[in-house]
């Protein structure tokens, strides 16, 4: 079997969820001694940089990049409000990707054609034309269903009509693309079911995100901390992370005991965040390691109120033995029981009062970050994932 993956950025270095579970689907392949090649997108804001490749990896895959701006274009933002493109979509088509897909198609033979995420389908109609693989989209959420929620919690009159405006032409490309592919390998169970509730005909199973237990640092804690240290870690230049951590602060942490901390860390920090930093605030910007920095407390808050998928960065928390305090919402996909192996809150009210009961309860944050592990390991296992990956694309061959 050879695979040709497509990358709406690399898969390494792993920076964000994103690029975690596209690098842990390329890793996992070449584990399985599947011949593997990789084509990604290279972005100003997700750079393709090769000597960040594992050795391994970059000797099986020979991976290659197209750089294309995919950065805010007023010109052609405009144009999509008097059209029906989707502009989140269109930003990622671009001729120079097409003529080294088209190079590459034309001179190999594939099995599959792995499509990373809804952003890679512009192309479908080039891989049909060039070659007879079986096209799988690797669905990471549903894009549209981000958007409208972004939009529902906007409360900008014009910012939340654009914001409708653009879920609206995501949602109709969507829909529309599903059908196009031969498959699609859908990152959780709830996705699954949207994809069926819109009529999709194309094989669909849900394959969720894997980890990669063994390099994950974790060692099982003996005994319960005697202060319970709360944190958050995401990309910040991600609108819906943006979103949830100004709710966090205004609705939650500025509302707390003045005894309560909370230590954010992520990638692209905004200034308005920096000006936020204060006695419960601290802010670390990016750091060197994402898990000794996750390491180092105790209680992670996930407050997201538009998303979709999986997110990464829970699964990880878990996998170290954290426990959870996220919204409903965040937890999408994640087959949890509430108070086993992780805590679900989706007011501002039960926010305060889930971390009110873990700083009084250290014992209990032990034991439901210890459930959480179990979880992961039971569900999450990248080895059993990318298992069951193959199997899928043997079944549509």
């Known amino acids: 079997m050879k695979i040709l993956q497509l990358c709406n950025k690399p898969p390494f270095p792993s920076y964000d969820g994103g690029s975690i579970a596209m690098g842990n689907i390329t890793a996992g392949l070449v584990s399985k001694g599947i011949e593997t090649k990789v084509l990604t997108v290279s972005t100003d804001k997700h750079p393709f940089l090769i000597s960040k490749f594992p050795k391994e990896i970059r000797k099986q895959t020979n991976p290659e990049s197209v750089y294309i701006d995919v950065r805010l274009n007023i010109v052609d933002a405009f144009s999509c409000l008097v059209t029906r493109d989707s502009y989140n979509v269109s930003r990622f088509f671009s001729p120079d990707f097409e003529k080294k897909l088209i190079a590459i198609l034309d001179s190999e033979d594939f099995d599959i054609i792995h499509l990373e995420s809804l952003f890679m389908t512009p192309y479908l109609g080039t891989i049909k034309r060039h070659s007879k693989a079986k096209t799988v989209l690797r669905s990471h959420n549903l894009e549209y269903i981000i958007w409208e929620r972004l939009s529902n919690t906007e409360g900008k009159k014009l910012k939340k009509l654009y914001l409708k405006h653009l879920a609206k032409n995501l949602k109709a490309y969507e829909l529309d693309v599903i059908n196009k592919v031969n498959a699609i390998a859908s990152i959780s169970s709830k996705d699954t079911q949207r994809f069926k509730e819109h009529e999709c005909h194309v094989p669909i199973k849900s394959i969720p995100f894997g980890i990669n237990l ?79 920095f996750m390491n180092t407390y105790d209680v992670m808050l996930v407050p997201l109120l538009s998303a979709s998928g999986i997110r990464v960065k829970i699964i990880e928390g878990m996998a170290l033995g954290k426990t959870i305090i996220s919204t409903s919402i965040g937890a999408e996909g994640i087959d949890y029981k509430d108070g086993e192996n992780i805590l679900i809150a989706d007011t501002p009210k039960q926010f305060r009062e889930k971390i009110k009961f873990v700083s009084e309860n250290p014992e209990e944050v032990l034991r439901i970050g210890q459930n959480a592990r179990k979880l992961v390991e039971s569900t999450f296992d990248n080895d059993k994932i990318v298992d069951e990956l193959i199997q899928f694309y043997e079944e549509i061959i």
């Open 214 to 292: 063994k390099d994950i640092p974790f060692e099982k804690a003996k005994k319960a901390s005697k202060t319970v240290s709360f944190f958050h870690i995401g990309s910040m230049d991600w609108s819906p992370n943006q979103e949830a951590i100004l709710w966090l602060i205004d609705k939650v942490v500025k509302k707390m005991d003045k005894d309560f901390k909370i230590h954010l860390a992520g990638r692209n920090m905004p200034d308005w965040l920096y000006r936020e930093e204060s006695k419960k605030i601290k802010i670390h910007g990016e750091v060197e390691s994402a898990y000794d």
